[in-house]
């Protein structure tokens, strides 16, 4: 089973944003965790996955979620990934728990290490551009980022833009509200002038998160759906490594119950000769 628990009252900016002090205070998602325990409860699955924003692993509950799980008798596993690891340019810093059933943990030797990179990203941003011309209409002068910049920086909130060449070797995190051309949100820098910037295209937005090439157009949906689309998602191959990893471990478990290939072809060929 996989749960993406909301993360909104745990992030940073949904804290600063609400004033939380307490994650389980946001109005609508603070609570939900509590929605996904019970469905864990119910379906008593072997094995577990919850992701979540990092600062989750100190809220409370995350404290009473491992705590049921342990009740309930999963040996649980957790570890703060990022995408540049596991070969995606966006720098998404994500809180993973694998929760496996104490049986089944016996049985597959599962461990966090085994989780490990399939891929390799790219090694600057400017690899996953689309061809944009110098005049194309997308570059545009945000005259307000550049006073809301100031007026940030004159009350000592330390909110800055974040403003790309390409050169770089990583991407912040494309959020779920990228279309919306907030002050925080990554830019992309005209060649030439300086002033002028730009989002990344949805296409370009998939990329950094590495997620495989098409699937973001295949649903035909509006430019900024797309965004909010790949700003609520995981980074795809941090995920595929997870899934390999848990993949390799159910086989591992699986030999306990089934023969290996070697193993039945040897049993055959001892009934044949008796």
């Known amino acids: ?3 993406g628990v909301p993360c909104v009252g745990a992030s940073s900016a949904g804290k600063s944003k609400r004033r939380l002090t307490h994650a389980e205070s946001h109005p609508e998602a603070g609570a939900l965790f509590y929605q996904s325990l019970r469905l864990i409860e119910q379906f008593t699955p072997g094995m577990v996955v919850l992701e979540n924003v990092g600062n989750y692993q100190d809220t409370a509950s995350m404290e009473v979620v491992r705590s049921l ?17 596991f070969g ?6 994500r809180l993973v728990v694998i929760a496996v059933s104490k049986g089944l943990q016996r049985l597959s030797g599962f461990d966090m290490d085994q989780v490990v990179p399939l891929r390799e990203k790219e090694e600057k941003l400017s690899d996953i551009f689309e061809p944009i011309a110098d005049d194309d209409k997308r570059w545009t002068i945000h005259e307000y980022l550049e006073k809301k910049e100031e007026s940030d920086r004159a009350a000592g909130k330390g909110f800055m833009r974040q403003l790309f ?11 779920r509200c990228y279309a919306k051309i907030r002050s925080t949100d990554p830019h992309i820098k005209h060649p030439t002038k300086p002033r002028y910037t730009r989002l990344l295209t949805a296409v370009e937005h998939a990329r950094v998160k590495a997620v495989p090439a098409g699937w973001i157009e295949s649903t035909k949906v509006a430019n900024c759906v797309m965004h909010e689309i790949l700003g609520q998602g995981v980074i795809w191959s941090l995920f595929e490594a997870v899934g390999a990893a848990i993949g390799a471990a159910l086989h591992r ?3 306990w119950f089934v023969p290996a290939p070697d193993a039945a072809s040897a049993n055959d060929n001892m009934v044949l000769a008796a």
């Open 1 to 3: 089973m996989a749960l």
């Open 69 to 85: 799980l342990s009740a309930w008798g999963y040996t649980s596993h957790e570890a703060i990934l990022d995408g540049n690891t």
């Open 88 to 93: 995606a340019l966006e720098n998404r810093k």
């Open 165 to 175: 060449t390409g050169a770089e070797s990583y991407i912040a995190v494309v959020t």
């Open 253 to 255: 478990a699986a030999r």
